[in-house]
């Protein structure tokens, strides 16, 4: 019972200057965007509607937790038009944003990750079931700051020759820079009463008088910045009038920054030899007089390894976790700083390291990532106001970069680099069972066959429609991990940076768990790469658009949307922190279609001179659609990833042989809590679609 409260201030402030004169105008805009919150709301992960699982008392703590985000954009250009048939561009920019925490408790938070409900040994002061805590588990960010500066400068030629040319070439610069002091007071701690605990960096089993515990220190602390210098060229070629070629080139200079400059300066760096683009494109008038158009293009394009790469494997990143007996009942008092008991893990350094320093790691014979695009199509104007197309696209990876890793004395070592090329072509196994084999490459493949219909706007109306036959195919989901979905139910969720609140996937980075052992790589039938209908596949996608002008100049617009559900795929927990796809991509079948309406209602009413007041109403999923979106797909406990593993439960692959298969079902009950180690959530919806939301608006135009 009881309630949080959330109060937000956002503000933003926008100006614009523009100046003409001659042959040079030029415009400079600035907009500012800070923003102020107080109140922390939890994300409903209980079992009953708008419930969470854990107490009031520890969710007090939520009341003072807020945040301030700074963010500023400033962009400007200049033209100066040098003859009739040529001129110069230059544009700038400096983007600015700075998060940070206020309000947050400098308490340590700890968990239950076994029951205390029942045991004999434990006062009733301290029983409690899994995932009781004294407080939230809650990182402070200090501050968290990018800046990010860019100017293009571009010049512009047209001529003829053999037909009629436009001609761009142009040089652009970048810099980036991120800030950053990120931390948990304290780190955070989790119980587990009356259990013991096998060490994988040792094989000993030992425990302490109430179980054991262990301390997560995870951080990220520094300041990394980089460059990246461009070049390019574009000629638009107008053979005849009926056929005009698209030619390009474009290439890139591009440094990767490390966090640990005294040990080396850039993680990477690809030359513009390695980051070579070339674009093509044709179109062509088939009958002349602009009503059929037959148009294709290929290109390949490059791009820019991204700073989590950076942060979690080129020194930002910190994760050590230390395994000690427990031997005290003052579980309040534990903390980084205080950590009684024997050292469980064993190995020399007393500690699991998850965010080593990677540096040493580095493939030097890696290469920029990159996909081939496609497309080709036909555009036929049936009538004045009506056009017919289709359209056929085809996106295929090239490759990607990633980390990789192998266990060694129960810690993960890890390789960055291409997977399956240059020295990583071999992956080495972690258990004797299974042989090194060779590495799967990433696929990731999109094919899509779209038609449409547009109707331009005429006699008080407008509208489109579209519809989408596709397939996303492979084993690799893209910078945005879609394969580790965290949802409510798991009580934790994706970091994001520089927000308050987390994500449900990872958000775009280089180093996902795609690779993260060799285990995850097999599926329980010995098959090796896991490929399939990745997670966001929607096969049949339909899109209808329009609107109306009423007679008194109320205009109703409506957006429908369409689609097929997604693949779901089971996954189970094990002792090396990473859910496996057992069965491979799509066992689960798909989440239910989705679709939703929303509706735009505005009206304008003229006021004296050029002032005028537009009302405007917005509205989204109208009729309050909460169509499921995903599945729990985790069949044994340990749910939502890896860090929260619940060992009692989470299978042991230490003797497995993946080339030939593994009855995991087998490996469940040969757990700890055998039977009951099955989540009983497994196979149940557990996110949905978001309710009805609108907005209405009043704008004054002067």
């Known amino acids: 019972p009881g309630s949080l409260k959330r109060s937000q201030t956002l503000t933003q402030a926008f100006g614009k200057v523009t100046y003409s004169s001659g042959r040079v105008r030029a415009n400079g805009s600035l907009l500012m965007t800070p923003t102020r919150s107080t109140g922390s709301l939890a994300a409903y992960n209980g079992t009953e ?6 107490s009031k008392a520890s969710n007090q703590t939520r009341l003072t937790q807020g945040f301030s985000i700074d963010q500023n954009n400033a962009s400007g250009d200049v033209n100066i038009s040098l003859t009739n048939t040529a001129y110069v561009s230059v544009r700038s920019g400096y983007f600015y944003d700075n998060y940070k925490d206020t309000g947050i408790s400098t308490t340590t938070s700890y968990t239950y990750q076994r029951t205390a409900v029942g045991a004999a040994n434990l006062p009733a002061s301290l029983q409690g079931p899994i995932g009781t805590q004294n407080v939230p588990r809650t990182a402070i960010n200090f501050f968290d700051t990018t800046k990010r500066a860019f100017v293009n400068a571009d010049y512009n030629h047209a001529f003829s020759a053999a037909g009629n040319h436009s001609l761009k070439g142009g040089f652009g610069f970048q810099r980036s820079i991120n800030d950053v002091n990120y931390a948990y007071p304290g780190g955070y701690v989790y119980l587990y009463w009356n259990t013991p605990f096998t060490s994988t960096a040792t094989g000993r089993t030992d425990t302490g008088t109430y179980g054991y515990y262990r301390v997560d220190d995870l951080s990220t602390r520094g300041k990394v910045g980089a460059n990246i210098i461009s070049l390019y060229a574009q000629d638009t070629w107008s053979v005849t009038p009926r056929l005009t070629l698209n030619i390009g080139l474009r290439t890139e200079n591009e440094k990767v920054p490390s966090f640990r400059p005294d040990i080396q300066q850039n993680a990477f760096e690809f030359g513009f030899g390695e980051k070579l683009a070339p674009r093509l494109g044709a179109a062509f008038d088939v009958r002349g007089d602009g009503r059929l158009k037959v148009f294709g293009s290929w290109g390949r394009y490059f791009d820019w390894t991204k700073y989590s790469l950076s942060r979690g494997s080129f020194g930002g990143d910190l994760w050590h976790i230390y395994y000690r007996s427990l031997d005290t009942l003052d579980i309040a008092s534990l903390n980084i700083d205080n950590k009684p008991g024997r050292d469980l893990w064993g190995s020399a350094t007393g500690f699991r390291n998850l965010r080593a320093n990677y540096l040493s790691a580095i493939d030097p014979n890696t290469k920029p990532m990159s996909q081939d695009s496609t497309s080709a199509g036909v555009e036929y104007q049936w009538n004045p106001t009506t056009v017919l197309s289709v359209n056929y696209i085809h996106n295929k990876l090239t490759r990607t970069i990633e980390d990789f890793s192998a266990l060694v004395d129960g810690d993960n070592v890890y390789t960055i680099g291409n997977p399956g090329e240059a020295r990583n072509t071999i992956y080495p196994a972690s258990y004797p069972a299974t042989k090194d084999f060779a590495m799967p490459k990433p696929l990731r493949q999109y094919d899509a066959l779209e038609l449409s219909v547009s109707r331009r706007f005429s006699r008080n109306w407008f509208a489109s429609a579209n ?29 994001v940076t520089q927000q308050s609140g987390g994500s449900i996937a990872r958000v775009g980075s280089n180093s996902h768990s795609g690779w993260d052992t ?11 790469g896991v490929f399939g209908r990745l997670a966001t596949d929607r096969p049949h996608v339909v899109k209808l658009y329009g609107a109306y002008t009423l007679p008194i100049g109320t205009q109703v617009g409506a957006f ?36 939703s309406t929303s509706l735009l209602v505005s009206h304008e009413l003229k006021l004296k001179g050029t002032q005028k007041v537009r009302f405007e109403l917005n509205i989204q999923n109208v009729f309050n659609q909460k169509t499921p979106t995903h599945i729990f797909n985790f069949i044994n406990k340990g749910a939502p990833s890896g860090s929260s593993t619940i060992p009692a439960d989470a299978i042991d ?31 149940k919806p557990d996110l949905w679609q978001a309710g009805t939301q609108g907005q209405f608006s009043v704008k004054w135009i002067f």
Do not use: C, K
């Not at 509607?49 to 854990?54: I, R």
């Open 49 to 54: 509607t708008n419930f969470v699982a854990s």
């Open 467 to 495: 519809y989408t036959y596709s397939r996303l195919y492979g084993n690799y989901s893209g910078l945005a991990d879609s394969d580790e979905i965290l949802t409510p139910t798991g009580g934790v969720s994706g970091n």
């Open 518 to 528: 060799d285990t995850i790589l097999w599926d329980s039938h010995g098959n090796i």
């Open 560 to 595: 429908i949307y369409a689609g097929s559900g997604t693949p779901m795929s089971s996954v189970v927990n094990t002792l090396d922190l990473e859910p496996l796809l057992v069965e491979g991509r799509g066992n689960m079948g798909r989440t239910p279609v989705l679709s």
């Open 653 to 683: 692959m230490s003797t497995v042989n993946l080339a030939q298969g593994y009855n995991y079902r087998t490996l469940i009950l040969a757990t700890p809590d055998g039977a009951s180690a099955f989540d009983p959530r497994y196979g």
